[in-house]
């Protein structure tokens, strides 16, 4: 049983900011690997940026990357995404995900058991 629950998501102008946070409960869950996908309508989910505890490390997709920043709080098990400078081809559905090990590459969406129901992020011009 493992739930994941995104909030933060808007509209926004073009060149604005939005932190989305995701924050994740349940009896038993890994939330080791926490990461960001997004789905533009009409489009396939894609991969925005991932977190790791082991290994310290973080993952950025170049779409995204100087924009983005993916941060996290262990205590709260809730993982955020700071964006910045928003685009129009940023607007999207997005979804946190999180896994249990084993996981593979971060990048990979079939990595990912634990998916959140999504928040809409729309960047207007």
Do not use: H
């Amino acid at each position: 049983q493992v739930q994941l629950v995104e909030s933060g998501g808007g509209l926004v102008q073009a060149g604005g900011s939005l932190t989305l946070s995701c924050a994740a409960s349940g009896r038993t869950f890994s939330t080791d690997i926490m990461a960001w996908f997004r789905q533009p309508q009409g489009k396939e989910r894609e991969f925005v940026s991932s977190s790791r505890n082991s290994g310290g490390y973080t993952v950025y997709a170049d779409s995204v990357k100087g924009r983005f920043t993916i941060s996290r709080d262990n205590a709260k098990k809730t993982v955020y995404l700071q964006m910045n400078s928003l685009k129009p081809e940023d607007t999207a559905v997005y979804y946190c995900a999180t896994n249990s090990p084993p996981y593979g590459l971060d990048y990979r969406e079939s990595s990912y058991a634990y998916w959140g129901q999504g928040t809409q992020v729309t960047v207007s011009s």
